[in-house]
């Protein structure tokens, strides 16, 4: 039996970089070491505040060591068909096979969206779902949402890894007007 070629994706903004967020990686480094992923995709999406596309890669490589993990850019679209559209084409720039997209659902996420004239509510994996590809489901770690970690250092302190903290306040991240 031949094995299939699965990349493991995981889209978000990034701002910061939390233990959330490193739960679901951690897990897909987990199935890159078991063979069930042979790549990993990380899709950064276009908030150029409070960090810019570059500052959220090294931020990332402060903590994640390994270079088989891809980093990739996603701009904003309004529109969900054209926005899915480009990711795939992105996704497929830089790999082939089947794309794994890997998440969690937040209440905060969701949104009434239309994708291919169907009308919908929830999360944007629902797309993902609809189109066929594979989607795993983390539970949200601690339920860690990076919204109240930017406007409470504490709470940032306590969900963020010491040299992200190190290097959020080095970029004056905690300060910047969103």
């Avoid at 930017?150 to 959020?168: D, H």
């Amino acid at each position: 039996m031949e094995l299939k070629y699965n990349n493991g994706i995981f889209i978000g903004r990034f701002q910061p970089l939390h233990n959330g967020h490193i739960n679901i990686i951690e897990k897909m480094i987990e199935d890159y070491y078991d063979k069930k992923l042979n790549n990993i995709i990380i899709c950064i999406c276009d908030t150029p505040q409070p960090l810019n596309y570059e500052e959220r890669i090294e931020m990332f490589k402060l903590y994640f060591k390994q270079d088989f993990i891809t980093y990739i850019f996603m701009p904003t679209f309004n529109n969900c068909d054209i926005w899915y559209d480009e990711l795939i084409k992105r996704l497929y720039n830089v790999t082939k096979g089947n794309l794994i997209f890997y998440g969690h659902q937040k209440d905060v996420d969701k949104r009434k969206y239309t994708f291919r004239n169907i009308k919908y509510t929830g999360h944007y994996y629902g797309i993902f779902e609809l189109m066929k590809h594979g989607v795993v489901y983390l539970s949200n770690y601690k339920n860690i949402n990076a919204r109240d970690l930017k406007c409470c250092r504490k709470n940032a302190k306590l969900n963020i890894p010491e040299q992200i903290y190190i290097f959020l306040i080095k970029h004056n991240f905690f300060d910047k007007k969103i």
